[in-house]
């Protein structure tokens, strides 16, 4: 691959993409007049329903009235059946410059009067919208754009309406134009191409692609020499930009590109290309090679024709004859790109082909016919014995009316291939109605991808599915429950939230959503904090640990509200909580807390103070073991975690005494393993082969020995 040498100056041209498409395009435009699209270049018209009422302007039932060029026929829509819309669809790419529309019954004054008039209008042309306002006057309105519209299809929506005698909303004219000459470029935008073109073979090549695509079918003249070039990087780039442009102007030069060989590599681009001028001529040399004798050539042709849309039919039912099985599956395959009722009849025999490759084909043509009358066929494909079939049917189903193509969907979910239920599986998340079938299927005994089902739900972020999640959470299905957590907690502050509400009402929800709430500390604060401060007596304790977990800032602050209300319960929750803080924000409360009147707060905030790591506690300790204020286990205990090596002669002596406790043997046996001293060493070891069975057992445990080696 080149590097070109005008790498700078194209970023700057790049940076400026906006602009330059305008400023380089425009020229052209205003520049050049534009005139009708011809009737052979427009592969169809279609409207919404038509009125039907009695009125005193005849024949408006008829949609070819909106393009005969005649003022008095007319088309009226009927607004009480939904939008009134007018489709067109475009033989190949299009570049419309202008549109001519003649609003109401234009014959007369009289007849201009009996029926309602577009106002405001949507012009749909490709992935452009553009809002057209007319005026309510008698005579054909032009709007003009620049750059121009570039589709195969165009839908213009009528939004408001001038009121007339009756509501049907009349319509007399409608033409789009298209440039007439395309080579009458300027000097700055032929200047502009020409340096595009130059970069094709080089790393700028994406980039000159984009601004070409923008310049339009005034670019193809430069192309063409590009294609004579040799280099298959600049080639491969023109190509592209012929397809990407989709003007039929591009056809000849493509067809004698085809003619000349292309490098291999580049057969399916250039069909791709060819396909996508939507010429009478590419479409006989591109379907005609679907049945070539070389199979890589003949796929390449079967992927490229789809592009042609409904033209192609009548070449692939011919195709459809051949006693070639090969080149059946093929145009089978072409058929499934294209959407029409006409679809049908040619796909409809295959449904019981012998080979299930025709088959798979066939209910994939028939899924994107878009045709109800298929709907007999799909389902008796929905049961068919071969998986890829019902793959097929699983992929396509989204495209059947929705209570059907959803019910088709639920049962697939179910399929024992779990290739098929994957699929159905995916669908289903895509719509409201199908994601409640994806609550029945979490509900059901056996639910092998549940868990791909939950990320399903999660990813759609609707809430409905929250709530599924939720409910399924409240069900307790421990299948999925670290599923359905990371599912609610994908929604953030919004899924926790709605968790954490619920679990107020449901007590079955209470664990998910205070594990939940621990990740989210200052919705914690925001949730919990207002619940304690209202009631401290009567606090929530479990609510009172989550938000110590949580260590939010100001939640210290909460929890010493609720250590002031006086409840014991709740001081001693405050105290335990305090083991998540940071030594230095909790240690004078702790102080507090270790002269408590309440041996129980004493007794939680020595091992709270330990687990935090606050050292200065230790006096306290030590105190504590000489007058018995604190059960001498919880000190030893809390003291081995501190690190306080100066009681280790207390906790030796104690373990021997055979009068201690079995509790404080085994905290001495822990605080050793905490110390790590070589006397503690020898203690641990000496415990191993203690007389008493537990001691043995703790000893080896915090030696390192398994559990069932241990209890030996």
């Not at 230790?618 to 286990?633: M, R, T, Y």
């Amino acid at each position: 691959m080149k590097r070109s040498l005008f790498t700078l100056e194209f970023a700057k041209q790049q940076t400026l993409f906006a602009i330059l498409s305008l400023v380089a395009v425009a020229p052209v435009l205003a520049s050049a007049s534009s005139s009708p699209i011809e009737s052979h270049s427009i592969a169809n018209v279609t409207v919404s329903p038509t009125w039907n009422g009695a009125s005193a302007v005849a024949g408006t039932d008829n949609a070819q009235h909106l393009t005969d060029g005649v003022e008095y026929s007319s088309w009226v829509g009927d607004p009480a059946q939904g939008a009134v819309e007018l489709h067109w669809a475009f033989v190949g790419m299009r570049y419309i410059s202008e549109v001519d529309i003649t609003p109401g019954c234009a014959g007369s004054n009289r007849t201009f009067s009996e029926f309602s008039r577009p106002k405001q209008l949507v012009l749909r042309a490709g992935e452009r919208e553009v809002s057209i306002t007319l005026r309510d006057r008698r005579r054909t309105q032009t709007v003009r754009f620049d750059p121009p519209l570039r589709a195969r299809r165009a839908t213009l929506t009528v939004k408001t309406s001038y009121p007339g005698k009756h509501e049907g909303i009349c319509l007399t004219e409608v033409t789009y134009k298209e440039q007439d000459s395309l080579q009458r470029v300027d000097a700055a935008t032929r200047t502009l191409i020409d340096r595009n073109v130059s970069l094709l073979g080089t790393d700028d090549g994406p980039q000159a692609v984009v601004m070409l695509e923008a310049v339009g079918p005034a670019a193809i003249p430069a192309l063409v020499y590009s294609l004579k070039t040799g280099d298959f990087d600049t080639q491969r780039a023109a190509l592209e930009v012929f397809r990407r442009l989709g003007s039929s102007v591009g056809s000849q030069p493509l067809i004698t590109f085809w003619e000349s060989g292309p490098a291999p590599e580049l057969v399916p681009l250039t069909l791709g290309a060819l396909a996508a001028t939507g010429s009478l001529e590419a479409l006989k040399l591109v379907s005609s090679l679907i049945q070539s004798e070389d199979f890589d050539l003949a796929d390449a042709a079967a992927n490229a024709s789809g592009a042609f849309g409904p033209a192609v039919i009548p070449y692939l039912a011919k195709l459809l004859r051949s006693d070639y099985d090969d080149v059946v599956e093929r145009s089978l395959r072409t058929l499934s790109k294209i959407k029409s009722p006409a679809v049908v009849q040619l796909a409809a025999p295959y449904v019981n082909a012998r080979f299930s490759s025709w088959r798979t084909a066939a209910a994939k043509a028939l899924a994107g016919s878009g045709s109800v009358t298929a709907l007999s066929h799909l389902r008796k494909l929905s049961n068919d014995p071969h998986p890829s079939v019902r793959v097929a049917i699983a992929t396509y189903a989204d495209s059947f009316p929705p209570g059907e193509g959803q019910a088709i969907l639920a049962r697939l979910a179910r399929d024992d291939d779990e290739a098929v239920a994957r699929r159905a599986l995916h669908n289903l998340a895509k719509t409201n109605n199908g994601i409640s079938h994806l609550a029945d299927y979490l509900r059901a005994d056996v639910a092998p991808l549940g868990n791909e089902a939950i990320a399903l739900l999660a990813q759609s972020r609707s809430r409905l599915a929250l709530q599924i999640m939720i409910d399924a959470l409240a069900r307790g299905e421990a299948r999925f429950r670290s599923a359905l957590r990371d599912g609610v907690e994908s929604y953030g502050a919004t899924g926790v939230s709605a968790l954490f509400t619920a679990s107020l009402e449901d007590q079955r929800l209470k664990v998910d959503a205070r594990a939940l709430l621990e990740k989210f500390p200052n919705l914690a604060l925001k949730l919990v904090g207002p619940l304690l401060e209202r009631n401290p007596t009567g606090a929530d304790l479990d609510l009172v640990e989550t938000l110590g977990r949580t260590r939010a800032v100001g939640s210290l602050q909460v929890l010493d509200h609720i250590f002031g209300a006086g409840s014991l319960s709740g001081k001693i929750a405050v105290v335990k909580s305090w083991a998540h803080y940071p030594a230095a924000a909790i240690s004078s409360r702790v102080f507090t807390a270790m002269r408590s009147s309440e041996p129980l707060v004493r007794r939680q905030a020595a091992i709270a103070a330990s687990q935090a790591g606050v050292r200065a506690i230790s006096p306290l300790l030590h105190a504590a073991l000489k007058d018995g204020s604190i059960a001498p286990e919880i000190v030893v205990a809390a003291l081995g975690r501190l690190k306080d090596t100066s009681a280790e002669d207390y906790m030796i002596e104690r373990f021997r005494d055979g009068d201690s406790s079995m509790a404080l043997r085994l905290a001495v046996l822990q605080a050793c393993k905490d110390l790590q001293t070589s006397s503690c060493t020898r203690l641990l070891f000496s415990a191993a082969n203690d007389s008493n069975l537990t001691v043995r057992h703790e000893a080896m445990l915090l030696l390192g020995a398994d559990d069932r080696l241990a209890q030996r």
